[in-house]
């Protein structure tokens, strides 16, 4: 009886889920409140003046960011939207590709005075740091698994925004986003972008909200702003 019940509970929750999202997604005007989840790194260096910008654009619609590395339940609108670094985004979501995120070798410019005369392979032989294991699905956490021996990653940390205060610091070299690594004056390329590392940028919706008014509003300017900064991104 207690099994019956619990499957009766969980259906009701999706229908309630559902019908939610399907009234949300027939909103006609471009106000109320729209959720918005993404991740530490692209809040902090890319996105929040663009929100600033959108806020200041449209008035009557609130943003309600939500900070998560794991991926939120659109389906039970944990979330109206999700801005996201992935090469895999769900099946269930629909949205655009707006970037491809470009990554390179990283260390200090004071260490690395004249990077055009670097012999690459001696970078092996260096202290590096490297993404936790709760990144080991990035293509860069990868990279640094499979080239570089155990005894020399001398520092793992669970962020990218460690990851690149670690180089930043002097701990090791590292790969970082460009984005970020190449708007720190301390820091030097010591490789070009790696194809290899890039991770495709996402702005991803559910199906029932793509015609929402405020959330077509949000993903169209978003999609515009990051167009503008796309050179950058992609390194």
Not at 65 to 87: C, E, F, G, H, M
Request: charged share 25%.
């Amino acid at each position: 009886a207690g099994e019956e019940m619990t499957a009766l509970a969980e259906r009701m929750d999706e229908d309630v889920a559902t019908f939610a999202r399907k009234l949300a997604g027939q909103s006609l005007s471009p106000a109320g409140e729209v959720r918005v989840t993404t991740n530490d790194t692209l809040l902090a260096h890319l996105l929040t003046p663009m929100f600033a910008r959108f806020c200041k654009q449209c008035p009557d619609i609130r943003l309600d960011v939500v900070l998560a590395n794991q991926a939120l339940n659109l389906s039970k609108r944990d979330a109206d939207v999700a801005i996201r670094a992935t090469d895999n985004p769900p099946e269930t979501l629909v949205g655009r590709k707006v970037g491809t995120i470009g990554w390179a070798i990283y260390g200090r410019r004071v260490d690395f005075p004249d990077p055009s005369a670097l012999d690459l392979l001696a970078l092996y032989d260096r202290p590096w740091v490297a993404l936790g294991d709760n990144l080991a699905q990035l293509k860069a956490a990868r990279f640094v698994r499979e080239h570089v021996s155990q005894d020399r990653i001398v520092y793992k940390v669970n962020t990218v925004l460690g990851l690149t205060e670690a180089v930043e610091a002097g701990i090791g070299v590292g790969p970082l986003p460009c984005f970020i690594a190449d708007a720190r004056a301390t820091l030097v390329r010591l490789t070009p972008p790696n194809p290899d590392f890039s991770t495709a940028l996402w702005l991803l919706t559910h199906p029932d909200l793509r015609q929402s008014a405020r959330v077509r509003v949000f993903l169209d300017f978003m999609a515009g702003e990051i167009s503008k900064r796309r050179k950058a991104i992609e390194g």
